[in-house]
């Protein structure tokens, strides 16, 4: 025992408070070994600390064991198309993304176990209460075209995204997080960021989850589709809008080179051609696909499925008008789904339940005591006479033609049928049912039930905001309470694990009671490959790490 | 040419139409109970029609009703025709399919037939410039792909099933109207046409009561014809998410919503709905051209 001691005291010496209090927890039992990775590599702790700290207590040592191939070749990868321009700015979308990703690099980037690893920034301290943030850069980083990143570029490129002027996507999720001019330089290899508000989580925000982070040079001009000019491990030689883009590796990447010397990206409108692409052979890896219209993958031998937990996940909003006016309606109507059957029979077992808040299981913070809500019809049938709607009443379902949505509707068109509510289903196309995304002018905003598609997050920050708050800009359900806005508040300051899981338990008993959105599932990202590519390392967002892949 | 009214000789007696359409009903249907394709064209309609008018009432399962646990099921003795992503019957909802299509497209056929007819007989009767500018007009409509004129429509005004009905119909009017100018110019220069003039009948009397019930013939092929192509029309909007919205079973958004599971292999959720789609039309058309032999011998 004292030789323990000995060792973790060593691993503790010079850490802060906070970065000790995880650690803390870990050993109190308080958070698993996933959990204390996560935490710790949040509040900054280095992998070697947290490697230290595992290895003295007797668990299983950090270490990715992906496999490598052979260096050269050409990766041939098909996505789903871009909605619009690869602008880092206004990136918004899956397709989007992935090119973005390839050309450039974040400041962290938020691992496929939602460990966040170190990239541009080689670590990352917050001040007491969380209220700034101080990042070190590491040096020599090299962009495209030959210069030296320091760190006037990176306050350039998150002050533009930070900035209402440029109408940046990322906006929804610095709102009340940062501000333009929250960041400095401190000298050429750090950079503080001074928040609106303590945000214990901030780390992610500037991590590959922030998906239009990638540091640009600080005289960027807005024509990243002429160059892609970055640090990433890949340099653009041709990009064509709508049909696909052709990179080869970048010999100078701080990571070192990537295995391949070429990568070849294709854009698809659908999945059935990638899917028939990939068992045909003129592609070696698919970005996403679906459990529904992908079943000939799964028992496929010359084909790889990797599968991450996400909490990419629907939300079906009940607008605060009407009959959901009461909350016993909206409970009876969440009341009616047999969330296990739909998991088990949409997505194949390949999803978790989801509880009616945001918090799903892969979130650290979740508060898994929280009792899971079950399919009760004659529980909703009391509720809906307590309310006085025992005769039921008429509403119009609406949502958008994609993936498995128009079947999660006609689902819930049956189970309200149960407690006599008659749903009529309105499907439109995605541009239709966005609309221009303001009140008004959305029928996602602005219909009374509707159903809409939330992807990943890093943490549940973004979905507790937008969606719910009383200010929130994508409160389709009208939502205003002002307990879980403080609520809310509390947990985004909320540094240590313990705070952040009893703000989270409050949440979500407190959406539970409420029930202003269904969540029903949170559905795992499904990546395939051709069996011989190996090390492709992607996240739940869509990117696709690659300059470790190669081919045995 | 350019005469709104046909000129007739002044001592012209009163001549009465040629009643060909009566006179000869019994004689077509003769010939139509002969013709093996009528017989099987009519079968099929026949078919489709019981089980559009009465399928829910003898389906082994409520084509509607999920069951999630059951998903995807190949043809089995429980599910003859399979089980679909959501564990509906695939069987049940094809029969029931088929109350959408032939609601819709007999109607969309109607709204076509009427609004092609009416403006046949005015650019066939008239003549002139009242031809010259609708028949351009008519031109740059049937130079269009139908199927994209209907989807911008449905774009514009929100698809729903009076939409796609009005829609459907009014793109078909124009060849429908091709038709019936053809036969008009016909009929026009005949002697009835033109004692009727004399008579002092006006234009709208003259193309109803008098040259409508001699062209009739073509225009109920053009009917029949025509209700083929807007079932296969109806099928592909529906298919493309712009017909018959969700719950429905109706086949060509039976198709949509299923055919990213073929690849899979799980034909049964498509197949049926495609065959029921194909018999369908080919019914309607083994009796439009029946019937079309029929009236022209």
Known sequence: MPKLFKSLNQWREGRGGLENEVIDQFLLGHLDRRAFLRHGSRVGLSMAVMAGVLQATGFAPIGRAQAQGKPGGTIRLAQITPSGAIEPVSVADQGGLLPLQQAGDFLVMDGPDLVLRPMLATSWKPNADGSVWT?????????????????????????????PANGSNALSAFKGVLSKGGTTKVDDLTVRFTLDAPNGNFPYYVSSDNYNAIILPADYKGDFEKT???????????????????????????????????????????????????LGGQIDLIQQ??????????????????????????????????????????????????????VKGLFRGMADLGNDSPFAPVFPSTDTSVPQRVKDIPKAKELMAAAGMSSGFEVTLTTMQLQELPAIASLI??????????????????????????????????????????????????????????????????????????????????????????????????????TPVIFPYFYDYMTATSATLQGVEGTAMGQMFLHKAGFA | MTDTVPLAEPSLPVVPAPARAEGRGRGIVGVLLRSPGFLVGALILLFWTTCALFAPSFVPYD??????????????????????????????????????????????TIVGTVAGTAIGLITGYFGGWVDAVIGRLLEVMLSLPLIIVALLVLVALGPSTPTVVVVVGLVFAPLVARTVRAAVLTERHLDYVAAAAVRGEGAFYIMVAEILPNILPPIIVEATVRLGYAIFTIASLSFLGFGVQPPSPDWGLSIAENYGVLVGGYWWTVVFDTIATASLIVGVNLVAESLQRALAE
């Open chain 2, 63 to 108: 084509p509607y009703a999920d069951d999630l646990l059951n998903t995807l099921v190949p043809p089995s003795v429980e599910h003859w025709f399979g089980t679909d992503q959501l564990g509906r019957d695939v069987f049940s909802r094809v029969l029931v399919g088929a109350r959408d299509i032939l609601t819709i497209a007999p109607l969309a």
């Open chain 1, 289 to 342: 696909v679906v459990v529904q219209g992908s079943q000939s993958l799964f028992d496929n031998p010359a084909v790889k499925i990797l599968r991450l937990k996400s909490n990419a996940h629907r939300q079906i909003h009940m607008k605060n008008t009407g009959p959901f006016a009461d909350k016993r309606v909206r409970q009876a109507m969440a009341l009616t789904l047999d969330r296990p059957a739909i």
């Open chain 1, 228 to 278: 892609f000019n970055g640090t990433g491990p890949f340099k653009m030689v041709s990009y064509t809008p709508k049909v696909g883009a052709s990179f080869v590796r970048n010999p100078d990447y701080w990571a070192g080179p990537a295995l391949v010397e070429k990568l070849e990206l294709s854009f698809y409108a659908d999945q059935q051609p990638q899917v028939l692409a990939l």
């Open chain 1, 413 to 514: 068109r049956n189970a309200a049928a149960e407690i006599g509510v008659k749903v009529t289903l309105k499907l439109e196309d995605v541009g239709a049912y966005y609309g221009d995304a303001v009140p008004g002018k959305s029928d996602w905003l602005d219909s009374q039930f509707g159903i809409t598609d939330y992807g990943h997050r890093g943490t549940p920050n973004v979905f507790l905001a937008a969606p719910l708050l009383s200010t929130g800009t994508w409160n389709s359900a009208e939502f205003k309470n002002p307990e879980y806005d403080k609520l809310v508040a509390s947990y985004i300051a909320a540094l240590d694990p313990a705070a952040q899981k009893a703000q989270a338990g409050a949440i979500q008993k407190l959406l539970l009671d409420e």
């Open chain 1, 135 to 163: 990042f070190t850069l590491r040096s020599g980083v090299k962009f495209h075209d030959g210069r030296t990143m320091t760190a006037d570029d990176v306050v350039a490129s998150i002050d533009r995204l930070a900035d």
